[in-house]
């Protein structure tokens, strides 16, 4: 059974840092793209960024083009979602993602697992 499983939210003051980390287990992780996601309140889920099989592909959504980076390690099944720059637009809930690709999509069609979320809260 697939799980996915995020940490590392939590409360930060805008410009400031945090990263988040997804363990994935019951899957083949290499195989797959995986993706973040976030919902703010209010508001309906969208796509942050998206990483490929490897890592040698990337993509983001231009509201975190040059303040995110997504990386993975392929050895610990792990993703990552470095944040930096924060700001109180980014408060949200991040969720993970697991691909049914092994290319980048920003569409939450072409992922069919998500992680339960975890809170960041950006004050001003």
């Known amino acids: 059974q697939v799980q996915l499983v995020e940490s590392g939210g939590g409360l930060v003051q805008a410009g400031d840092s945090l990263r988040l980390s997804c363990a994935a287990s019951g899957l083949t992780f290499s195989r797959y793209a995986m993706g973040w996601f976030r919902r703010a309140p209010g508001k309906e889920r969208e796509f942050v960024a998206a990483?490929?099989?490897?890592?040698?592909?990337?993509a983001y959504a231009d509201s975190v083009k040059g303040r995110f980076a997504i990386s993975r390690d392929n050895v610990k099944n792990t993703v990552y979602l470095q944040m930096n720059s924060l700001k109180p637009e980014d408060t949200a809930v991040y969720y993970c993602?697991?691909?049914?690709?092994?290319?980048?999509?920003?569409?939450?069609?072409?992922?069919?697992?998500w992680g339960q979320g975890t809170q960041v809260t950006v004050s001003s």
């Open positions: 993602a697991k691909s049914t690709a092994y290319s980048t999509y920003a569409t939450e069609v072409y992922y069919d697992y």
């Open positions: 990483i490929n099989y490897s890592g040698g592909g990337t």
